[in-house]
């Protein structure tokens, strides 16, 4: 364990913005992170995953923690089904097929999601009509008060659509060490009915998909359409897709009509961002060295050496512009630090 001093961030966070961090540490066992954690001369802390989705726009004064701890196992199963404890520190897209590649099914469809598997219940992830909360056991977290580990449950998380306890209540008290999912070892269900999952599947020639086929044509799905982080700055969607009631979404297509919509509830709907920001002319727009990516219009990206405080004025001016044509508010998902 070795704290550094001002360490750039550029090559800890998919935007690929180059913030400094007054003192840095990589943490790889949980014996170090307890000690971390209670360092006094260190009271402003910083928890660092994947680096996936949060943008960073201004340099950190206190110690950011890089969470790098590994390792994956199965705790217990039975016939049909199997508990697999994965630590923080793993890569979330090798977790999915170390799990794929054991023939364990439910979290599938969402293959390719950047990020640590650590982060992942914060933000409850999801893809393709599958989130993160379907197949989520429990987690182990350590807190910043006691020192101590809790376990929280699924119902005690407050999972919702990219939100949980750990953007609430427990926002930056609790740092989560490992992750159990409950997966299926048989009798998997498939979710290929959202998105283009099945025309996709109809290209790959497959007539009677597995969980690995699946896989496939998630992962085809989201090259074609989102930006490799390795190779243009970016944190995925870097908004949530908006719920409106029926009656609003029954006014807008008076002069939208082909908005699209998914049900959510007797009186209220879905309505994808990135379609509201493509109508606002932002889809492919560039400024500078930054902007909207060209395939997706959810994807907000770095070209070259942009600032963070670029790209969250650029997201401002999406919302306000959004707001102005549609009466419609849009959330940001990343986390802005």
Known sequence: ?????????????????????????????????????????????????GGSNMLLTKDFDGLVIHINFKGIEIISEDDDTVIVKANAGE???????????????????????????????????????????DSFESCEALSFKTKTFQSFKKSDCNFGYRNSIFKKEAKNKFIITSVNFKLTKNNHKLYINYGAITSQLELMQVTSPTIQDVSKAVISIRESKLPNPKEIGNSGSFFKNPVISKKQFNILTENFKDIPSYPISENEVKVPAGWLIEKAGFK??????????????????????????????LSKLIQKTVNRLFDISIETEVNIL
């Open 1 to 49: 364990m070795h704290i550094q001093n001002n360490i750039s961030l550029k090559p800890y966070n998919t935007f690929g913005i180059d913030v400094t961090a007054k003192h840095f540490v990589s943490v790889s066992n949980i014996n170090d992170l307890k000690q971390i954690i209670s360092l006094k001369e260190f009271p402003e802390k910083l928890v660092l995953g």
């Open 284 to 313: 492919g727009k560039q400024f500078g060295n930054y902007g909207v990516h060209k395939n997706q219009a959810l994807v907000l990206v770095n070209y070259g050496n942009a600032k963070g405080l670029d790209i969250l004025n």
């Open 91 to 133: 890569n979330w897209h090798e977790f999915v097929l170390w799990c794929i590649n054991n023939d364990f099914g439910g979290i599938e469809n969402l293959s390719l999601i950047p990020g640590n598997v650590g982060t992942a219940p914060i933000q409850n992830i999801g893809a393709y009509g599958v989130e993160l909360k």
